[in-house]
């Protein structure tokens, strides 16, 4: 089982800026597709980003598109996402997940299709 921790949230004005940072250890991300999803107060955890093992492939959540980039560093065992034009719904604790080999090809973003979790991050977008 690989051991994930997320970092880098924080307090942000609306229109900034965040990179969150996943660090892996126990295992190996190289051999898993990953992912990042969020948790708003009241609100269902939702897929935002997912990337391929050698991060050829990545997938999108609608709402996010085009203004968050996840990106991978297999050599150093870390996920990323960058977040840019951050917007107050944006606020929410995130999550960085690993998927199988499948999660990319069947574009799979059901939190019950990843088994391994960190404890999250809080981002917090002030308007």
């Known amino acids: 089982q690989v051991q994930l921790v997320e970092s880098g949230g924080g307090l942000v004005q609306a229109g900034g800026s965040l990179r969150l940072s996943c660090a892996a250890s126990g295992r190996t991300i190289s051999s898993a597709d990953m992912a990042w999803f969020r948790q708003a107060p009241g609100k269902e955890r939702e897929f935002v980003s997912a990337?391929?093992?050698?991060?050829?492939?990545?997938d999108y959540a609608d709402s996010v598109k085009g203004r968050f980039t996840i990106s991978r560093d297999n050599a150093k065992n870390t996920l990323y996402l960058q977040m840019n034009s951050l917007k107050s719904e944006d606020t929410a604790v995130y999550y960085c997940?690993?998927?199988?080999?499948?999660?990319?090809?069947?574009?799979?973003?059901?939190?019950?299709?990843?088994?391994?979790w960190g404890q999250g991050t809080q981002v917090t977008v002030s308007s």
């Open positions: 997940a690993a998927g199988n080999t499948l999660t990319l090809r069947f574009k799979l973003r059901s939190p019950a299709d990843f088994g391994s």
């Open positions: 990337i391929s093992r050698v991060g050829t492939i990545t």
